[in-house]
């Protein structure tokens, strides 16, 4: 009789957990908060430790065969240990956790907290939302919050994309990755190493953090705060990050760039510095933007442009400065050749096809600069209205009632051609109104002047040597003895006026064709009525230094 009431006992606690794949009956707990409902199992066994430890042995023929539940929260595994009073749970082989079927974990091991609903994860465990899969050996996973964490190393693959750190947070609501210590992001396009990563598996955005190194096709990029749209290759960065690739490097406070586009902004005391210290060019700027596959640069808000030369670099600034292949405007533009042959470079049979194809890169350039043009070198300044230089044939012209000043000679017309020979002033053309002044001497105020249609003049060592007026030039001289006194001024009229220079000073004077002139004692003639037609000394537009063409 005792005997089969303990049978009896025994099945109807069998009946009540309905172990044989029942399909829910929940198990008593005293412990606060939702209880963990026992789904299905193939074998059963319960064991009373004591008052508070009550120890359900759940077990199955296959893998995953018992199925435990908690709210909208599956469990299954091959076997598990249940305590029903403190409503936990440990859980051993191919242990699997389907949040709400909206986030799916993997093990080998898992101790769960059904109050707290608090998972512990150990041995090959995997989390996946549909969009990434982490892996690591120890996992904590929070079921409410949807909060992952592991701290002894993980790995993230999303498609194409694979991050690796040692400690790593996930947030299911937002699908946000926080990685932490030797942060390691690898896709077919980019790398990057940090120690602070943020990466969302939904837009395929990583975030910085921290000082930051990512590797970028042929780019090099230093940051500590931006993102970069992995998907849409789309960044954003901030505090002064720098870019740097094999023949440039680029500063600024904020970029802006798109590398499906080739587009690129750069914002705030922005640098571009070329690494080519013999032929390249720097440019600086409060905003700069880039075409990369147009290899086009458009500087506004202050530009400065340095064109390389060894120490006397050749600074222009302007409103805006533009510089893009000439190539490419070529193709839109006729360029008139102003030189005999339009390259003035003599390209070696004996070196390399490489270095060919970067002489040619190098010099297929051009720069075009609008309003408010200054041109500052040690041996010439210029100031205009707008500029166009080609690195091809080494030629800045300038226009619209354009200045250079050379030494002690200031010449001015309303088009001016300035030919440079390894970087320094060679030639100088200047058409219409031509008209070229300087100071008799330092210490008065009586101007040599020349006027012409055209003037022309020609430097040997970035010093002036020559000046040609033609066309219904005229002159203005004044006569100096050996101990520097005047000794009378002439001012003439002829076909052609040419002048040889010495010192920078005038030397010899030659006039040809239908020369008219008077000679007039310093005391006997009105200097002012001499001075000749738009006659206009302008100093004080001169640039005098490298920052005096910064200013407005």
């Not at 009373?48 to 709210?71: F, M």
């Not at 390389?308 to 222009?316: C, L, N, T």
């Not at 200031?410 to 070229?436: H, W």
């Amino acid at each position: 009789m005792i005997r089969s009431l303990k049978w009896l006992t025994a099945l109807l606690l069998l009946l009540t957990v309905n172990c044989s794949y029942a399909q829910r009956n929940p198990v008593d707990t005293v412990v606060p908060g939702k209880q963990i409902n026992i789904i299905r199992a193939l074998r059963y066994s319960a064991v009373k430790v004591d008052s508070v430890t009550n120890l359900i042995s759940l077990a199955g023929d296959k893998s995953g065969d018992v199925v435990l539940k908690q709210e909208n929260t599956w469990i299954f595994a091959d076997s598990i240990v249940l305590n029903s009073l403190q409503n936990m749970l440990e859980a051993f082989g191919n242990v699997h956790i389907n949040d709400a079927d909206s986030v799916h974990t993997y093990a080998q091991y898992l101790k769960y907290l059904g109050k707290e609903k608090k998972a512990y994860l150990k041995t090959k465990v995997k989390l996946t939302d549909g969009k990434g899969v982490l892996t690591t050996d120890d996992l904590d996973y929070d079921v409410t919050l949807k909060i992952g964490v592991y701290r002894n190393g993980g790995k993230l693959v999303d498609k194409k994309t694979t991050l690796t750190s040692k400690e790593g947070y996930y947030y299911g609501e937002t699908k946000d990755v926080i990685f932490k210590q030797n942060v390691h992001l690898v896709d077919p396009d980019t790398k990057v190493n940090t120690d602070t990563l943020q990466y969302n598996t939904n837009t395929k955005i990583a975030t910085f953090t921290c000082p930051s190194i990512i590797y970028n096709e042929s780019r090099v990029i230093h940051t500590r705060d931006g993102f970069f749209d992995m998907k849409n290759k789309r960044g954003t960065l901030h505090q002064r990050s720098l870019i740097e690739d094999s023949s440039y490097t680029f500063t600024a406070d904020d970029m802006v760039f798109d590398d499906s586009t080739g587009l690129s902004e750069f914002i705030g005391n922005a640098v571009y510095r070329s690494k080519d210290t013999a032929e390249g060019y720097d440019l600086v700027a409060n905003n700069i933007k880039t075409n990369k596959k147009k290899s086009a640069m458009l500087a506004t808000q202050k530009p400065l442009l340095l064109i390389k030369q060894g120490k006397d670099s050749i600074f222009v600034s302007a409103d805006t400065l533009y510089t893009a292949k000439l190539s490419d405007l070529l193709k839109t533009r006729t360029i008139p050749n102003i030189r005999d042959t339009m390259s003035k470079r003599v390209i070696k049979d004996t070196i390399s096809d490489k270095e060919k194809a970067k002489e040619d890169s190098t010099h297929d350039k051009f720069i075009e600069a609008f309003y408010h043009v200054k041109i500052y070198s040690d041996s010439l300044q210029a100031v205009g209205d707008s500029l166009f230089y080609s690195m091809q044939d080494s030629v800045f012209r300038l226009f619209k009632e354009p200045i250079a000043w050379a030494q002690d000679n200031q010449i001015s017309g309303d088009t001016i051609y300035l030919y440079l020979q390894n970087k320094k002033p060679e030639r100088l053309l200047v058409f219409e109104n031509a008209m070229a002044l300087s100071k008799a001497d330092s210490s008065s105020n009586f101007y040599n002047q020349m006027k012409g249609t055209i003037i022309r003049a020609e430097f040997v060592d970035g010093q002036i040597n020559f000046m040609q007026a033609k066309g219904n030039a005229e002159n203005v001289y004044y006569g100096l003895d050996e101990a520097k006194h005047f000794t009378g001024v002439n001012k003439s009229e002829a076909e052609i006026i040419e002048i040889n220079f010495e010192d920078n000073k005038p030397k010899k004077i030659v006039w040809r064709n239908n020369l008219t002139g008077n000679a007039y004692p310093m005391r006997q003639v009105n200097h002012e009525e001499l001075k000749l037609k738009n006659f206009k000394w302008q100093d004080e537009r001169r640039p005098k230094s490298k920052y005096d063409i910064l200013a407005n």
